[in-house]
Nanobody
Framework: QAQLVASGGGLVQAGGSLTLSCAAS????????TGWFRQAPGKEREFVAA????????YYVDSVKGRFTISRDNSKNIVYLQMNDLKPEDTAVYSC?????????????????????WGQGTQVTVSS
């Protein structure tokens, strides 16, 4: 089975930076879209960012625009989430997800059920 592995989480001071990576193994599916979601304790899972592999189109939740950057390395088959100017409210378990299809409209990428493959999350903790 295909498996997604998220890594790069850790503890960082507010205002600091952290880079997350998402790699896929097994390759039993072709990925068209990779997204990042996060979930804080007691809260619903929230969309963070997504990228379309073929064209590089990116989508972000408003709260991270200008601070987070999602990118992909086609050669390595890895998606990165560069997080700058981290805030305590960014503290959450970050998970990457992949879809073997893509939809029309920016909202499509923020819907959890549009992603079939999910990996275990990596903890990001931002201290004040």
């Amino acid at each position: 089975q295909a498996q997604l592995v998220a890594s790069g989480g850790g503890l960082v001071q507010a205002g600091g930076s952290l880079t997350l990576s998402c790699a896929a193994s097994g390759r039993t599916f072709s990925t068209y879209v990779t997204g990042w979601f996060r979930q804080a304790p007691g809260k619903e899972r929230e969309f963070v960012a997504a990228i379309m592999w073929s064209f590089g189109d990116t989508y972000y939740v408003d709260s991270v625009k200008g601070r987070f950057t999602i990118s992909r390395d086609n050669s390595k088959n890895i998606v990165y989430l560069q997080m700058n100017d981290l805030k305590p409210e960014d503290t959450a378990v970050y998970s990457c997800a992949a879809s073997s299809r893509s939809g029309f409209g920016s909202r499509w990428y923020s819907i959890r059920t549009n992603y079939r493959f999910w990996g275990q999350g990596t903890q990001v903790t931002v201290s004040s």
